[in-house]
């Protein structure tokens, strides 16, 4: 089976790195996916996405990114986050209140803690 090393790392702190089969994340050009051997490319991560990654030990974690960029290499992916929360961490009752913020940033982080915890908006 084929891999690659991936990282997703926010300001604060590593978030995860290991090996994974396949990783999809939200640029401001589109969502991307990225498996093994793709091309280099670079992509600006969009505020509120979502970023899932398939590991080599058939698990699969999301986290709810807010900004920063994606850097694929021939050989792994690296995404990096302005800030950037496991989906396990998320408090969903606080990302439920977050929807009815007045500022529009906050609204969309809300809404990508929803999606990555499993929830709808």
């Known amino acids: 089976m084929a891999e ?3 990282e997703l790392v926010a300001v604060e702190r590593r ?3 290991g090996t994974a089969t396949f990783v999809v994340a939200q640029t401001t050009e589109g969502e991307i ?3 093994p051997g793709h091309e ?3 992509g600006q991560l969009v505020e509120g ?6 590991t080599t030990d058939g698990e699969t974690f999301t986290a709810a990114v807010h900004g920063g960029f994606l850097s694929v ?3 792994g992916v690296s995404i990096l986050a302005e800030t950037a929360e496991l989906a396990e961490e998320i408090d969903v009752a606080a990302a439920r209140a977050g929807l ?3 500022d529009e940033a906050e609204r969309a982080r809300a809404s990508a803690r ?3 915890a499993g929830q709808s908006a």
């Open 4 to 6: 690659m090393s991936v």
């Open 15 to 17: 978030l995860w790195s």
């Open 33 to 35: 996916g990225i498996l």
């Open 40 to 42: 280099p490319v670079l």
């Open 49 to 54: 996405g979502v970023v899932k990654v398939n």
């Open 73 to 75: 290499t021939g050989t």
């Open 100 to 102: 009815q913020a007045e």
């Open 114 to 116: 929803l999606r990555a």
